[in-house]
């Protein structure tokens, strides 16, 4: 009796694996789909693919793929076209001005919070003195017929002028410390009339201490007073270089 249940045990167990393994391999095999990354992946590559060949039609990108490797003199105007390219919203094709006004406003919001006060400080000087900042642009006054008078444009410390460059013991004297903006580039005066004068503002180099410009000052009087030209305000943010030309009294290139 017991040999026969146990004979009849082994055979329902042998059945019962024959018919598991039977089923197992009618049943299809599931077959993962692409994983939520791989889907990400895979649109970022196509987006990625899309904006290249954008690119590649696209003149300024041309014209920075043309400059050689081992050029390295400035070219302000190559960089500005350096910074569209790698500001770009792939899918719109322009940069998203909209965000840096909203990093404006918080930088607003920010320094609109109360400060530490600091009018009753006392502060003492330190130096270092007499020691030249970055100069950007230096001009003989052509009103001077001894070719004695300089003016010089510091990037961040306004415009100057020295009434006798030859003596060393000569000494600079600032226009104004209070113009809208200080960091003078550049200087030109009217060939067709040496009384008036300009002094553009602002850097176009991309360097990390570069300082944003204000537009243009022009003087008709040989330096004595000087005002800012209302049609450069506020889009004239780097004036890289004013030349005088005749015919054209002064232009900006």
């Known amino acids: 009796m017991n040999k026969t249940?146990?004979?009849?045990?082994?055979?329902?167990?042998?059945?019962?694996g024959l018919a598991?393994?039977?089923?197992?391999?009618?049943?299809?095999?599931?077959?993962?789909?692409?994983?939520k990354n791989t889907q990400q992946k895979a649109q970022a590559d196509e987006r990625r693919k899309a904006f290249q060949t954008y690119l590649e039609s696209d003149p300024d990108y041309q014209l920075l793929k043309a400059v050689p490797a081992d050029r390295n003199e400035d070219q302000p105007e190559l960089r500005e076209k350096h910074e569209i390219v790698i500001t770009m919203d792939p899918d719109t094709k322009r940069v998203p001005y909209e965000q840096l006004e909203n990093s404006r406003q918080e930088i607003q919001g920010t320094l609109s919070q109360p400060q530490f006060n600091l009018s009753a400080t006392v502060w003492t000087e330190r130096g270092p003195n007499n020691i030249g900042g970055?100069?950007?642009?230096?001009?003989?006054?052509?009103?001077?017929?001894?070719?004695?008078?300089?003016?010089?444009g510091g990037v961040a410390g306004g415009l100057w002028f020295n009434n006798d460059i030859t003596d060393a013991n000569s000494s600079w004297q600032n226009v104004d410390d209070f113009w809208e903006?200080?960091?003078?580039?550049?200087?030109?005066?009217?060939?067709t009339n040496p009384q008036i004068m300009y002094a553009g503002t602002g850097e176009g180099y991309g360097n990390v201490d570069a300082v944003r410009g204000g537009g243009i000052w022009k003087t008709t009087d040989g330096g004595g007073t000087w005002n800012r030209l209302n049609s450069t305000i506020p889009t004239v943010g780097g004036v890289i270089r004013l030349s005088g030309v005749p015919s054209r009294m002064c232009r900006i290139l």
Do not use: E, M
């Open 134 to 152: 970055r100069t950007r642009a230096i001009l003989f006054d052509p009103n001077d017929a001894t070719k004695k008078k300089v003016w010089a």
């Open 181 to 191: 903006n200080l960091a003078i580039s550049s200087l030109a005066y009217d060939p």
């Open 5 to 16: 249940l146990r004979h009849y045990f082994i055979g329902s167990l042998l059945s019962w």
């Open 20 to 35: 598991s393994t039977t089923l197992a391999q009618s049943l299809p095999i599931p077959v993962p789909g692409p994983s």
